[in-house]
């Protein structure tokens, strides 16, 4: 499967945005899903997780409650909902994927995703 991100820009604090990640290929709903950001000069930072099935999805404790991750595997694509967005949310996010139907599988490292799309930059000023 690949995958592409779209839907980053810019935004005042507060705001919202919604990612899109659009797989091409037969076997989307094969693959466990996350979000991933890379602000300028840190390191990659998982942002959420979703199962194949789309029943669980994990965030860490720093968007808890602002993101939702949600997928369609019929239109093979999954979300990022972002609302209040603060000023430190501003990073390139990524999305990646990795084939499992292990129930419940996430991983928060990186390296544990074989497929990745380009990053779409969110920028979120005062």
């Known amino acids: 499967v690949q995958l592409q991100a779209s839907g980053g820009g810019s935004v005042q604090a507060g705001g919202s945005l919604r990612l899109s990640c659009a797989a091409s290929?037969?076997?989307?709903?094969?693959?466990?899903v996350a979000w991933f950001r890379q602000a300028p000069g840190k390191e990659r930072e998982f942002v959420g997780g979703i199962s194949f099935s789309g029943i669980s999805t994990y965030y860490p404790d720093s968007v808890k409650r602002r993101f939702t991750i949600s997928r369609d595997n019929a239109k093979k694509v999954a979300y990022l909902q972002m609302n209040g967005l603060k000023i430190e949310d501003t990073a390139v996010y990524y999305c990646a994927a990795r084939q499992t139907r292990v129930d419940r599988w996430y991983s928060e490292e990186a390296g544990d995703y074989t497929t990745w799309g380009q990053g779409t930059l969110v920028t979120v000023s005062s």
């Open positions: 290929g037969n076997s989307f709903s094969n693959y466990a």
